[in-house]
């Protein structure tokens, strides 16, 4: 067999050989800049998609049904959960948050890297069920003064919300040990930097790349 013969990636995805895609999962305490960042990767590299989650929380001013979330009812929350629909599901903020399972098992075969911004109780559960596929990084901001900026300034939550997003951000902040990556957000290019640099180095990981085989074997053959 030539090397031709292999399935080629795109060399920005990881290399020239087939790989099992992955599973790259950003939480933080609410307003630390997982969105932010999350949509800079996405705009940056196309060979990453979003999982789209299910949420029965109303839509902020300018989100989009079906690409920011699948927006929906809780009586049809409560349908996926029991038809066990979702990969994981949590409760957040009062409302019910889901990853939706059909999409992302096909595509991790087909080398496809799925973002997932989802909390600490969806990445539990995901690394439970999918611990060799997950890569868990977690953004700190670098104030709590800074957190309660941000969550001020994005001007999309009422100060109630707010006050009840900064109560949680401790007891978030507190599950930073279950992740693999933790990555302070003070300057945004170099937050994002360091981001991307994992999400590089992941992809090179030995166990994803599922073409290595057949390319070792012809090398060593004679
Ligand atoms: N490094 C940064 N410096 C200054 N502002 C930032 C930085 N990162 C993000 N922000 C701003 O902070 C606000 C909150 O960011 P973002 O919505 O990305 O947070 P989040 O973690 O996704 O919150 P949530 O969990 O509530 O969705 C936004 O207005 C964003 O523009
Ligand atoms: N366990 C899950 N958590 C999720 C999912 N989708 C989003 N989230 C988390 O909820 C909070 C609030 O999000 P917001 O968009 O309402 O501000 C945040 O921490 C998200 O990461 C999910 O599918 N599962």
Same mark, same amino acid.
């Given at each position: 067999?030539?090397?031709?013969? &292999?399935?080629?990636?795109?060399?920005?995805?990881?290399?020239?050989?087939?790989?099992? %895609?992955?599973?790259?999962?950003?939480?933080?305490?609410?307003?630390?800049?997982?969105?932010?960042?999350?949509?800079? #990767?996405?705009?940056?590299?196309?060979?990453?998609?979003?999982?789209?989650?299910?949420?029965?929380?109303?839509?902020?001013?300018?989100?989009?049904?079906?690409?920011?979330? &699948?927006?929906?009812?809780?009586?049809?929350?409560?349908?996926?959960?029991?038809?066990?629909?979702? @990969?994981?599901?949590?409760?957040?903020?009062?409302?019910?948050?889901?990853?939706?399972?059909?999409?992302?098992?096909? %595509? #991790?075969?087909?080398?496809?890297?799925? #973002?997932?911004?989802?909390?600490?109780?969806? $990445?539990?559960?995901?690394?439970?069920?999918?611990?060799?596929?997950?890569?868990?990084?977690?953004?700190?901001?670098?104030?709590?003064?800074? @957190?309660?900026?941000? #969550? $001020?300034?994005? %001007?999309?939550?009422?100060?109630?919300?707010?006050?009840?997003?900064?109560?949680?951000?401790?007891?978030?902040?507190? &599950?930073?040990?279950?992740?693999?990556?933790?990555?302070?957000?003070?300057?945004?290019?170099?937050?994002?930097?360091?981001?991307?640099?994992?999400?590089?180095?992941?992809?090179?990981?030995?166990?994803?790349?599922?073409?290595?085989?057949?390319?070792?074997?012809?090398?060593?053959?004679?």
């Amino acid at each position: 067999m030539d090397s031709a013969s &292999h399935p080629i990636q795109d060399a920005a995805a990881g290399g020239s050989l087939a790989r099992r %895609g992955l599973m790259f999962i950003m939480s933080s305490p609410s307003g630390a800049g997982k969105t932010t960042i999350s949509r800079m #990767l996405l705009e940056r590299d196309e060979h990453i998609c979003m999982s789209v989650s299910c949420t029965t929380r109303p839509p902020r001013p300018g989100e989009v049904d079906g690409k920011d979330y &699948h927006f929906v009812s809780q009586a049809e929350f409560d349908r996926m959960v029991a038809d066990e629909e979702f @990969l994981e599901w949590a409760t957040v903020f009062g409302n019910s948050y889901g990853t939706p399972k059909a999409q992302v098992k096909a %595509g #991790l075969k087909e080398g496809q890297d799925y #973002l997932f911004d989802i909390d600490w109780q969806g $990445t539990q559960q995901l690394y439970q069920k999918l611990e060799r596929d997950v890569v868990r990084v977690f953004l700190l901001p670098p104030s709590i003064d800074e @957190l309660r900026r941000r #969550l $001020t300034g994005r %001007g999309t939550d009422s100060e109630d919300v707010i006050a009840a997003r900064m109560e949680r951000a401790r007891s978030e902040i507190s &599950h930073w040990d279950g992740y693999d990556y933790v990555v302070v957000n003070d300057d945004i290019d170099a937050c994002f930097d360091k981001v991307r640099e994992i999400l590089a180095a992941e992809r090179m990981r030995r166990a994803r790349q599922t073409g290595l085989i057949g390319f070792v074997r012809e090398l060593m053959t004679p």
